[in-house]
């Protein structure tokens, strides 16, 4: 059968460490939206934020997921605020498997606390960032995900495996 696997959660939570490893196990491609959107506007994610603004952040995110979708065989990891606009989710839901990344703020932090690569969490007090953001995206992570997986406290090792494991009936 002809699947995309999409890695859906909040910034920091592992999706395209663990996307890598599962792409690998599956024999499938792995694409990352955010790193897409770098290579086609030259720019990177914070430069674009900076110049252009996040609402043509979204708009180019939202054409490179419909350019992506139309591909199969893929392990999609998606920016954490794919979320934000049903189509995307319409338009990978068409052929693709949704699974959820959930993470705990604290987790999140963990990942997150040495790193300036997410425009929207460059605040004084991040944590406090990732627990407003959190509270107001989970429930559509939750509601558009086929699939839900915690990842608190595990290794991407042991996330990749649980995923496999999980998926492998649906999609062989
Ligand atoms: C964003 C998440 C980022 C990136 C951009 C906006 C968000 O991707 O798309 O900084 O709104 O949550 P990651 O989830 O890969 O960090």
Do not use: W
Not at 39 to 53: L, R, V
Not at 149 to 165: A, M, W
């Amino acid at each position: 059968m002809s699947y995309n696997i999409i890695l859906i959660g909040f910034m920091g939570c592992g999706k395209t460490s663990i996307g890598n490893i599962l792409a690998c196990e599956l024999g499938y491609s792995f694409i990352d939206s955010d790193e897409k959107i770098e290579e086609i506007s030259q720019k990177s994610i914070n430069q674009i934020f900076q110049i252009y603004g996040e609402t043509y952040f979204r708009q180019l995110e939202s054409s490179v997921i419909k350019n992506i979708s139309k591909i199969d065989n893929q392990v999609i990891a998606t920016g954490g605020g794919i979320i934000k606009s049903q189509i995307n989710i319409y338009e990978l839901k068409k052929n693709g498997l949704i699974i959820y990344l959930k993470a705990s703020p604290e987790h999140i932090y963990n990942n997150l606390k040495e790193d300036n690569s997410r425009p929207l969490l460059q605040v004084d007090n991040k944590i406090e960032t990732i627990k407003v953001l959190l509270n107001e995206r989970e429930v559509f992570y939750e509601k558009y995900a086929d699939i839900m997986v915690d990842v608190s406290n595990k290794d991407i090792e042991t996330i990749s495996q649980i995923i496999f494991n999980t998926i492998k009936d649906v999609i062989f």
